[in-house]
C-alpha cells in the first residue's frame, strides 16, 4: 500500500482528534495486518470504490468516544449511552471527509460510503483479504486505531494499456 493513500488519512484524523480532545494525540504504533482485524472497542467503516478500493476502519476505545460524544453535544455523555456509537461514525466522517478532500485535490476518482457501525463478527471479515495498516493513536481519554487497507487501481490500467512504437 502506498504511502500518499494513507497519508491524508493519518494527518486528518490527527488534527480531528487533537481538536476533539482538546489535547495532541501521538502516534504510539504502526503495523502490518494480514488477517482478520480484531475491533478493539467502538468501531466504523467506510467503503472505497473506484480508482481507490478498499476501507478505512476507526476504532476507540469507549473511553475516548465518550469524550469525542460529549465534545460534540457540550454536555457530559457516558460511554454506554447509545449516542457513543453514532459519535464513532460522525467522527470517521469528519476523517475521511478531510482526507477525501485531499485525494480528490490530486485527481484521484472513486466513491464513498457512508460510516458504518462494525460487530466483531464484521471487523474479523472485514479485514481477511487484503493487508492492512494499522495506527494506534494515544490520545487522553483513551487509544483511537485507524485500520487502512487501500490499493490504487488506474496505475494497473496504464501498465496494461497498449505501448505505441513510432
Known sequence: MKMDLIQPFIG???????????????????????????KKGLAAEVIFKGQIEGRVVLDMDPSAASRVASFLTGGNVESGEPIVPETV??????????????????????KVRPPTVLTREQCEKAGQDSEATLLCFETPSGKVYLNIAMKYHARRARERAPITVG
Not at 461514525?89 to 476518482?109: H, K, S, W
Open 12 to 38: 486528518s484524523l490527527d488534527a480531528v482528534l487533537s481538536e476533539m480532545m482538546q489535547a495532541p494525540a501521538t502516534i504510539v504504533n504502526l503495523a502490518m495486518e494480514e488477517d482478520g482485524y480484531q
Open 89 to 110: 461514525c460522525e467522527l470517521a466522517n469528519m476523517v475521511i471527509g478531510n482526507a477525501v478532500t485531499q485525494l480528490n485535490d490530486r485527481g484521484f476518482q472513486f
